[in-house]
């Protein structure tokens, strides 16, 4: 399978603040990548399409201006938790699609105090 | 849209044989997936269906019958390392690629 890595494993952040967190594709180059929200015990939830060299596509009801997406290359995607809150404490997770299957990273665990 | 269907919770005991069952409704059908994911950590890839009968990999095997709108991940021999969620996923033919996910069966193996 795909092998997809994220940054930070783990993060505790202020109520407030500013999070960011890396997705990328260690062995082949991605134009597309997806970033998805779990909450415990809930299913999988795409947030957002990264489009290397574009616009994300942001799913409905997710904002835009609130969750940041930047692929600014074809191996890096990076996503951005703007001004924090606790209801934002999640799991966070990004993905690959390689012919017709997902490979998804290891997840962002984001705590917000 | 789609709807997707599956048991919130199984037990099952070591060594032996479990059936997760997996419901669906979609407009259009594009294939059906199954993940592992275990307990604070990211699904992994088990199987794709997206013609009718049974794919068997290893310990794992996976049914599909498209006009049953049905699927179940078989797990044969368990171990206690099964312990996890599965996660049924659909992808419709018609509009996005990326496929819905069901909630996840969270399976508990005991001694």
């Known amino acids: 399978g795909a092998v997809v890595s994220q940054h930070p494993s783990w993060v505790i952040c202020k109520s407030g603040t500013s999070v960011k967190i890396e997705c990328r594709s260690l062995?082949?180059?991605?134009?597309?990548m997806f970033w998805y929200r779990q909450f415990p015990k809930q299913s999988l939830m795409l947030m957002a399409t990264?489009?290397?060299?574009?616009?994300?596509?942001?799913e409905q009801g997710v904002e835009k201006d609130k969750f940041l997406i930047n692929h600014a290359s074809l191996t890096l995607s990076t996503l951005t938790v703007t001004s924090a809150h606790p209801e934002d404490s999640s799991f966070y997770i990004c993905s690959k699609q390689v012919l017709e299957t997902q490979y998804f990273g290891p997840g962002t665990r984001l705590l917000v105090l | 849209g789609q709807n997707i269907d599956q048991p919130t919770e199984m037990t099952a005991t070591e060594g032996a044989i479990v059936q997760i069952n997996c419901t669906y409704q979609?407009?259009?059908?594009?294939?059906l997936f199954w993940y592992q994911q275990h307990a604070g950590e990211a699904p992994t890839f088990l199987s794709y269906n997206v013609l009718d009968g049974l794919e068997e990999k290893g310990r794992f095997s996976s049914f599909l019958s498209r006009s049953k709108g049905y699927s179940y991940l078989l797990l044969k021999e368990l171990q206690m390392k099964d312990s996890a969620s599965y996660l049924c996923?659909?992808?419709?033919?018609?509009?996005?690629?990326?496929?819905?996910f069901g909630r996840g069966t969270s399976l508990i193996v005991h001694p």
């Open positions: 979609t407009s259009g059908f594009n294939g």
């Open positions: 996923a659909v992808r419709s033919s018609g509009g996005s690629y990326i496929p819905t």
């Open positions: 990264s489009n290397e060299g574009s616009k994300a596509t942001y």
């Open positions: 062995d082949f180059q991605a134009t597309t």
